[in-house]
């Protein structure tokens, strides 16, 4: 079957006991055991649950993996990820991902004893340069957050294998519907599912997803032995938001190109224009490879640093200025002062995350309004005589 046909049907088949269309949720923390250690398949929800199940082996199938898990947050499945690195280990950290992972590994992993370097995972030679001898893990995003980098992941891939590596991509911004890292050579999928997967900002989780039996039994444990497990309600949320995801992508991607075209077009008041498919950038070629279309992200710079981009912000009216991304809704926020700012000042400028870049999160409302919407505010932020 092709994607759009097992997004609405992988993990909601109806249900075995009635016959529901919609699947029950299974709020249940303890199952009935018939005999000592005869159960049938369920003993307790941390362990395992079946509404959790269906979403764990939906995700997997839309990634085009053999294995997925689900978590309560996308920090918990990053932890669990992390968690297969031991004391002494190394980690290659691309220059450009989520605030919250750079924290994650700078003051949660480093007191376990697990060092990381951040590298311009663009190029090889960098990559090269970088490895140690108990380098373990390459760690990437693509589209980055926030600068929407797209790193090639093919190419990164088959690097992390010479060097027997484990590739962990972060999957969030594309989603399973736009690119699918597994195929292009990564070994673990993450994701926050809070996010585009469950599409309507109404629950907060985590997914990993792998073909390595391996690499899938020791998260497992993982999952089972640290708990940060999600609840039966927000399984359901998630598997209700994949059963759309076809259609909300395309609507994300054609309304964020919209908005990328005015923003390119009106050089008095934007410096730079960042987004997967914009024609003659330094993403465009790598990104038409990976990805089926541009999502629903994009970054830019305003030119007048942080007073224009707080003026920017500000002024929106379709937009609402907050974190997170994903939903339905249209987003827009300040990396450095919102999402980003547990990065070190002088890292983030390190990176290119400076005062005048906002990051929004196109939704699917009518192209039109979001388009004014985005004109009226740059109006405001930047008068030009």
């Known amino acids: 079957m092709r994607f759009d046909t097992r997004a609405v049907h992988t993990g909601n088949e109806p249900d075995e006991l009635t016959g529901a269309v919609t699947p029950p949720?299974?709020?249940?923390?303890?199952?009935?055991?018939?005999?000592?250690?005869?159960?049938?398949?369920?003993?307790?929800?941390?362990s395992g649950n079946p509404t959790r199940a269906r979403l764990e082996r939906a995700v997997a199938?839309?990634?085009?993996?053999?294995?997925?898990?689900?978590f309560s947050s996308g920090l918990a499945a990053e932890t669990a990820v992390a968690g297969l690195l031991g004391h002494g280990d190394h980690v290659l950290i691309c220059n450009d991902v989520y605030?919250?992972?750079?924290?994650?590994?700078?003051?949660?992993?480093?007191?376990?004893?697990?060092?990381?370097?951040?590298?311009?995972?663009?190029?090889?030679e960098s990559l090269e340069r970088a490895v140690k001898p108990r380098t373990k893990m390459v760690w990437m995003e693509s589209p980055t957050n926030p600068l929407m980098l797209v790193l090639d992941i093919r190419k990164v891939a088959k690097f992390a294998r010479s060097r027997g590596l484990t590739l962990a991509v972060d999957n969030t911004f594309a989603s399973p519907c736009l690119q699918n890292p597994l195929k292009l050579g990564a070994t673990v999928v993450v994701h926050s599912t809070t996010k585009y997967i469950g599409g309507h900002s109404d629950l907060v989780g985590?997914?990993?997803?792998?073909?390595?039996?391996?690499?899938?039994d020791k998260l497992k444990f993982l999952q089972n032995a640290t708990g940060g497990v999600p609840g039966p309600f927000d399984c359901y949320l998630a598997l209700r938001g994949l059963r759309t995801i076809h259609l909300r992508m395309?609507?994300?991607?054609?309304?964020?190109?919209?908005?990328?075209?005015?923003?390119?077009?009106?050089?008095?008041?934007?410096?730079?224009?960042?987004?997967?498919?914009?024609?003659?950038?330094?993403?465009?070629?790598?990104?038409?490879?990976?990805?089926?279309?541009?999502?629903?992200?994009l970054a830019f710079r305003v030119k007048g640093g942080y007073p224009a981009a707080s003026r920017f912000l500000e002024s929106l009216k379709v937009f609402t200025m907050g974190e997170s991304l994903g939903g339905v809704e249209s987003l827009a926020e300040h990396p450095a002062r919102m999402t980003h700012a547990?990065?070190?000042?002088?890292?983030?400028?390190?990176?290119g995350i400076t005062d005048d870049l906002?990051?929004?999160?196109?939704?699917?409302?009518?192209?039109?309004?979001?388009?004014?919407?985005?004109?009226?505010?740059?109006?405001?932020a930047v008068p030009v005589p």
């Not at 750079?102 to 990381?116: C, I, T, Y």
């Not at 547990?342 to 990176?351: F, H, K």
């Not at 906002?358 to 405001?380: H, N, Q």
């Open 250 to 297: 395309r609507r994300h991607s054609e309304n964020a190109s919209a908005i990328v075209e005015v923003l390119s077009k009106d050089r008095a008041r934007v410096a730079e224009v960042r987004y997967p498919f914009l024609k003659g950038s330094e993403n465009y070629r790598v990104a038409r490879r990976q990805m089926s279309a541009g999502g629903g992200m």
């Open 25 to 46: 949720i299974y709020t249940s923390s303890t199952f009935a055991q018939a005999k000592i250690g005869k159960t049938k398949g369920y003993e307790y929800s941390r």
């Open 358 to 380: 906002i990051r929004l999160s196109v939704g699917v409302e009518d192209p039109d309004d979001l388009v004014e919407d985005v004109r009226t505010a740059l109006k405001a």
């Open 99 to 124: 605030g919250g992972t750079f924290r994650l590994f700078n003051q949660v992993f480093s007191n376990f004893g697990v060092a990381f370097d951040r590298v311009d995972a663009r190029d090889p």
């Open 206 to 216: 985590g997914a990993v997803v792998t073909s390595d039996r391996g690499v899938y």
């Open 342 to 351: 547990s990065i070190p000042e002088a890292e983030r400028r390190r990176l």
């Open 61 to 70: 199938d839309l990634e085009g993996g053999k294995f997925g898990l689900a």
